[in-house]
């Protein structure tokens, strides 16, 4: 961002030439990020891509993003202590650690679980080193040395022949045939196929002890030793002594006698690292030394001068264990050249700005708001400061051909041209824009018409390169235009130029052929989606394509298509970092390389997606302002500014190890709140109630590792993936039984290629029993056999109602035939003698009449019995007793026989029509037999009713019955019997002081 303000200040005049130097810029991981401990003693990666730290306080485990810890105490309490001293993987999954200096463990990094090599358990272990193939060898405090396979089997022992007596013994593999063992100063190879040991540096006069092994070179077969007096000495494999590097003080020496490690870092470089000077490279073609040291006021900076250790992922990324935590250099600082120390400035309005490129390939950077212009020397990248009394107080450079146009506060502009070294300045703006203080705008076309413009409504003027008219452009002449001035422009194929500004959305277009301008506004052109637009901040054309390319403060960048007036919009959306895009150029391969606050990002044409480097990808810095960003013609190469550095970038080397694919993991699943140990990933069957599943994944990305999008997908329950953006957990609860897995895929911002899980969890939910199929089958049959069952008897029940009905219907008949036809027949009888009476023998005619009278009443009464028999209006206990006292009264009271009828039932209760037509014919029995044949005076009738019994009792005073003078053809008893007995009842029958029935009846 450009701040429009002016200020005067004084300098002093110089000129001096600055060559290239090491900028090395880390990121810092430490305890605050999640490290077990900022005490690092190894470092190592697993096959997975993890990166594992061994510390003073534990292990942690780092995937790009998020550590994970193991202390002693947790993780199932196996880790036996915390300080890790080494750590290697020694098969898939699974690593070899040195605990304590002393033990030996290992950690199956799929399943969390430690184990403990049974054969190393009494002997104490120094140190763990790979071999070149897959064994590993192990020292121990004794003589002894040990070669160990992929199953930890001892396979070799080795007694070197050692005249010292030292505890450590040290132990590497050079190549496959040779072994090189140490101990304080005392060397041997070992000849692994003729199992012989040779004393290697003869105690030769002039010959140096060395105290430790460091590096080995296979390529040139040479081994560098340190010497904690002498620094490091190399020696070829004969013993003879090649180089040495002895610790000083000038520029360019070793600056410390205490190495630490040794590695290589190219061809002729290597990386040396030191106990108290930080690290260095060593350029074996100079012999010369470049350091890196902590500065406290750089976050940036390595982390500490002490580290103790080393290592380099597949990466190449270079990591280093310190006592304040871990430094990461990225393995991406071989594309990318940086300076740094000679822009720094206590000013905060100042920073990199404005850089262009003459035709010769020279660059030049300007920093704003000083007199300060460096020119870059296309061949030696050397930076040479331009006369400050010459350069103008710097906005930007510009290329005019063969000069470099520089232009900024007030209205002088200075040409330098690189070929000559001359300057030559100019004021004759000042008549064109009198009351403006910069001059934002000095553009030159291809038919090398000249643009200036501006502040405080300066308009525009364009000179013709043929005629040297001037043409002055305003906004307030005939509405031109709305803005009172431009900062930036580009010309397309056709001559036109095309201008914006930071104060406006607002593109112009100048029409070559007509001397004309027109606007555009973006919120109107076809394929605009986001229309946040603010200003513009850097135009870039391309040529092939015959498009403009725009930078916007909010709207992210707009591939404007001239020809047919559309546009194609990219924001962060589309794996921009940000929306506020300040600089924009077009490399040889028409990659668009945009500037942010938040990294640089180039969009790949050929699968149109962006990638994004930041400080996690080796940049020394990632927040890029206005016009920082330039395409070298001259190398095909990009040259990007932040706010005090300037990088140079080979971008075809940057791009081809920025983003490698993804491997996806799952990590750890957690049932119902307990932690699902990976070992019973193949035995995942959960019970109904273990329903509540949450899961944790990983993609390890030692390079953008925050970058990384996540979706993710459980098979059984989701039927679309589900964006989890860079979260990398996932829960679901109440989950319905069945079958299950579980996918996630990753990719990085920007990116349209996922990469998917290469282990997918797959688990399957019980059915509890109450919903299983033989359950649901059990059911189903027992609901079949009831339903059957219930159909069945509803079936019997209304047969057996028919059968009744049936049975009602013929004991009608049968009553109505016998009661009724005997009856009729003897009215019948009556009424044919009465036609054969004498008329007036009248006594006989009454008692004829009469007779019929009776008979008819017998009748009626008989068909009432039937009806109140028939009517279920009167199934109850309470009209049953009310119809049998109202006969037995009728009946004792024409016979004048004293009656007494007792009912101690309080409640009406439902009753069978069959049990209450039999009670009362029996009933009715017994009082037509006391009135016939008892002689009784006096009749007692009682109903009562317990328990679902109804108990009759009929008493009376007669003079009994004698069972012995029973008429042949009498009935009436065994009528009462069978009558009581078809409703399930019992009767006794006896003599008491007269005849005593009683019997009782089951009431359902």
């Known amino acids: 961002m450009r701040y429009l303000l002016f200020s005067f200040f004084s300098f002093l005049l110089f000129t001096s030439s600055l060559a290239q130097g090491n900028n090395w810029s880390f990121t810092n991981y430490t305890s605050a990020d999640g490290l077990a401990d900022n005490n690092i003693n190894c470092i190592t990666q697993d096959s997975r891509g993890f990166v594992w730290f061994g510390t003073r306080e534990g292990l942690s485990r780092f995937d790009g993003k998020n550590f994970k810890n193991y202390f002693q105490g947790t993780n199932n309490n196996l880790l036996p202590g915390n300080i890790i001293s ?7 999954g699974h690593l070899l650690m040195l605990i304590s200096n002393t033990q030996l463990a290992t950690l199956n990094t799929l399943t969390g679980q430690f184990a403990y090599p049974s054969q190393f358990a009494k002997i104490k272990i120094t140190a763990i080193k790979k071999g070149i193939g897959k064994n590993f060898f192990v020292s121990s405090f004794t003589d002894t040395c040990f070669e160990i396979n992929e199953q930890l089997q001892i396979i070799n022992t080795f007694i070197p022949p050692f005249q010292k007596q030292y505890k450590y013994t040290s132990v590497d593999q050079l190549d496959s045939n040779t072994l090189l063992f140490g101990r304080l100063g005392e060397f041997f190879l070992y000849d692994i196929p003729h199992h012989q040991y040779s004393l290697f540096l003869h105690p030769l006069a002039g010959i140096v002890d060395p105290t430790s092994f460091r590096h080995y070179d296979q390529g040139k077969q040479l081994l560098y030793f340190i010497n904690f007096s002498d620094g490091i000495i190399c020696y070829n494999k004969k013993g003879e002594k090649i180089h040495q590097w002895k610790p000083g003080k000038t520029a360019g020496s070793l600056g410390s006698n205490q190495v630490t490690a040794i590695r290589k870092k190219s061809k002729e470089e290597l990386w040396v690292c030191t106990a108290d000077d930080g690290l260095a490279a060593l350029n074996l073609s100079t012999n010369l030394f470049s350091k890196c040291k902590n500065d406290p006021s750089n976050p940036r900076s390595l982390l500490s001068d002490f580290v103790a250790a080393s290592f380099t992922d597949k990466d190449n990324n270079l990591w280093l264990a310190t006592e304040k935590g871990v430094s990461k250099l990225s393995g991406n600082t071989a594309a990318i050249q940086s300076w740094h120390a000679m822009f720094e400035t206590k000013d905060n309005n100042t920073f990199l700005a404005g850089i262009a490129q003459t035709r010769d390939g020279t660059v030049f950077q300007p920093q704003y708001a000083t007199h300060n212009c460096y020119r870059i020397s296309p061949s030696s990248n050397e930076l040479v400061l331009l006369d400050k009394k ?16 520089l232009h900024g506060f007030g209205t002088g502009i200075c040409f330098y041209n690189p070929t000559t070294g001359t300057y030559s300045t100019s004021d004759f703006l000042k008549t064109h824009f009198p009351s403006s ?7 030159k076309q291809r038919n090398e018409d000249e643009w200036y413009s501006g502040n405080h409504g300066g308009g525009m003027i364009r000179i013709d390169a043929s005629t040297k008219q001037v043409y002055t452009y305003k906004n307030n002449q005939h509405s031109l235009f709305h803005n009172g001035y431009y900062s930036y422009a580009a010309e397309d194929n056709n001559g036109d130029v095309w201008f914006g500004v930071n104060k406006s959305e607002l593109l112009l277009q100048w029409q070559h052929t007509t001397n004309s301008f027109k606007e555009i506004l973006f919120d109107t052109v076809p394929g605009i989606s ?7 901040f850097d135009l870039s054309f391309d040529k092939v394509t015959n498009s403009l390319w725009i930078a916007f403060e909010g ?11 559309t546009a194609t919009q990219y924001t962060m959306q589309n794996g921009l970092p940000s929306n506020y895009v300040y600089a924009l150029a077009i490399d040889h391969k028409g990659r668009v390389w945009a500037g942010t606050h938040k990294g640089l990002s180039c969009m790949l044409p050929s699968v149109n997606r962006f990638v994004t480097f930041t400080t996690a990808d080796g940049l020394p810095d990632d927040v890029f302002d206005d016009r920082c960003i330039l395409a070298d013609k001259t190398n095909n190469s990009i040259w990007a500014a932040t706010a005090a550095t300037l990088m140079h970038i080979d971008p075809d080397s940057l791009l081809n190890i920025k983003r490698e694919s993804l491997a996806v993991y799952v990590d750890n699943v957690i049932v119902n709140g307990s932690l699902l140990q990976a070992a019973d990933f193949n035995h995942t069957s959960f019970k109904p109630n273990e329903n509540n599943v949450q899961f944790s994944f990983s993609a390890p990305a030692l390079k953008g590792g925050t970058d990384i999008e996540y979706n993710y997908m459980l098979k059984g329950s989701d039927k679309n993936w589900i964006s989890a953006g860079n979260i990398n957990t996932a829960s679901y609860n109440n989950l319905q039984p069945g079958d299950y897995t579980f996918i996630v895929r990753a990719k990085h911002k920007g990116n349209t290629q996922w990469s998917e899980t290469i282990a997918p969890f797959s688990f399957h939910i019980q059915t509890p029993w109450y919903a299983s199929l033989w359950f649901k089958t059990l059911v189903a049959f027992l609901l079949v056999a009831l339903v059957l069952y219930i159909n069945r008897l509803y079936y019997l029940r209304k047969l057996e109602k028919q059968q009744a009905v049936e049975k009602e219907r013929t004991r009608i008949a049968t009553d109505m035939h016998d009661d009724f036809g005997a009856s009729l027949s003897r009215i019948k009888f009556i009424s044919e003698k009465l036609k054969y009476t004498d008329e007036e023998d009248e006594e006989i005619l009454k008692n004829d009449l009469s007779k019929i009278s009776y008979y008819s009443d017998e009748m009626s009464q008989k068909l009432n019995e039937i009806v109140w028999a028939l009517n279920k209006r009167y199934d109850t206990l309470g009209d049953l007793i009310s119809y049998c006292r109202d006969y037995a009264s009728e009946a004792f009271i024409e016979n004048n026989i004293h009656f007494l009828f007792v009912d101690n ?3 009406d209760i439902d009753i069978q029509g069959e049990i209450r037509r039999n009670v009362f014919l029996t009933i009715k029995e017994a009082v037509n037999n006391i009135i016939k044949h008892a002689g009784a005076t006096d009749v007692n009738i009682q109903f009562s009713y317990t328990e679902h019994q109804l108990f009759v009792q009929i008493k009376d005073n007669g003079k009994g019955i004698d069972f012995n003078k029973l008429r042949p053809f009498a009935n009436g008893l065994e009528n009462m019997k069978k009558r009581v007995a078809d409703i399930g009842g019992v009767i006794e029958i006896k003599n008491d002081e007269g005849t005593q029935i009683a019997f009782t009846v089951p009431i359902r």
């Open 530 to 536: 986001y229309k946040g637009f603010g200003g513009i």
């Open 437 to 443: 203080e910069i001059i934002t705008l000095a553009f």
């Open 390 to 405: 010459q350069v103008p107080y710097m906005w930007a450079a510009e290329d005019f051909g063969d000069a470099i146009l």
């Open 905 to 907: 039932i309080k409640t």
């Open 86 to 92: 080494d750590v290697q993987e020694y098969q898939y």
């Open 555 to 565: 709207a992210g960048i707009v591939n404007y298509h001239i020809s047919n007036h």
